[in-house]
C-alpha cells in the first residue's frame, strides 16, 4: 500500500473522554446558562482530541485530513480552535451521510466513537437515534460500521477509532488489528471511568501514529453483496413509508440492495440508486 497521505476523520461526541451524559440541546435547560455551559464544555472536549487525531496524522505523514463534523446538529465542534491544516465538513442538510468524501481518500480515522445500540455498560450506546437497532444481513451493526461500509465502498480502509472501551472492543471485533485508543470505559449508559482530557488527546495522538505505521497490515472490512438491511425502532413505524421499504412488523423495516451503500442511502436519502462518490 502506498504512503497514506488524505486521510477522511468522521467525528462523534458521546465517545470523548470526560462526556458522559447526552448532549444538552435537547434538554429543557438547553438555553439557560447551565445547557449552555454544559454543551461548550462537551465541545471543547471533542474539539480537543480531534486536534489531537489531526497533529498525529500530520506527525506521521499525512498532509490532507478532512474532519466531518458529525455529530447530530453537524455543528459541534469549534472551528476557530481547530489545528491549522485541516478542512472541516459541517452543517446541515447534508448532501450524504459522509460529506465530501471520495475515492481519494486513503484511510478513514473515527474520533470520539460510542458503542452500538444495546451495549451492555457502553457509556451513551446507540446507533443513529435512540430507540433504533440496525441490522445488516442479520448482524447487528453501530456507527462505526456503517461509516466503515461507506468508505469502504469507495476503496477506503478503516484503520483507527477512538472513544469508550467498549467501542474500541467493537471495532476490533469488526477488524481485527484495528488501532485503537480507549479514553473511558463505560459502566451504564450515562456513566464512565475517563481518562484526564489531556492523556485521552495523548494517547489518541500516539496510537493514530501507529494507525498509519501499520495501515498496510489492518485488513479491509469485507463488504456482503448483496445486503438486507434492516431497521428496528422500539415505537412502530408509521402507516407511511418511504418507497422501497418493507414491512416486517410493526416494529422493523427492511431494505434490500446490492451492497450496503446502496442501501443505507436508500434508506436514509430515500433513493435506492445513491451515486458512489467519484
Ligand atoms: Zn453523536
Known sequence: ????????????????????????????????????????????????????????????????????DSHGPGRTLLVEELIPGVRIGRGKPKPAFLLGLSSRFDALVQVGMHPMAGTPSGCLAHTMSRGLVFRANG???????????????????????????????????WVPGIATAPVKEGLAEACAIHLAPEDARKLIRERIQEAVARAAQIPLLPQERPVVLEVVRDTPWPAELNPGAERVDAFTIRYRGASFYQVFHHYRFGEPDYPLPG
Open 1 to 68: 500500500m502506498a504512503a497514506i497521505k488524505a486521510v477522511y476523520m468522521q467525528t462523534d461526541l458521546e465517545g470523548v473522554a470526560g462526556i458522559d451524559d447526552w448532549d444538552p440541546r435537547f434538554k429543557d435547560y438547553a438555553n439557560l446558562a447551565e445547557g449552555v455551559r454544559e454543551r461548550l464544555e462537551m465541545q471543547r472536549l471533542m474539539t480537543g482530541e480531534v486536534n489531537a487525531a489531526a497533529e498525529g496524522l500530520f506527525e506521521a505523514g499525512v498532509e490532507n485530513i478532512l474532519i466531518n
Open 139 to 173: 448482524r447487528e451493526i453501530g456507527e462505526m460500521e456503517i461509516t466503515a461500509y461507506i468508505a469502504g465502498a469507495v476503496g477506503i480502509p478503516w484503520i483507527f477509532t477512538s472513544g469508550d472501551l467498549h467501542a474500541c472492543r467493537e471495532a476490533e471485533r
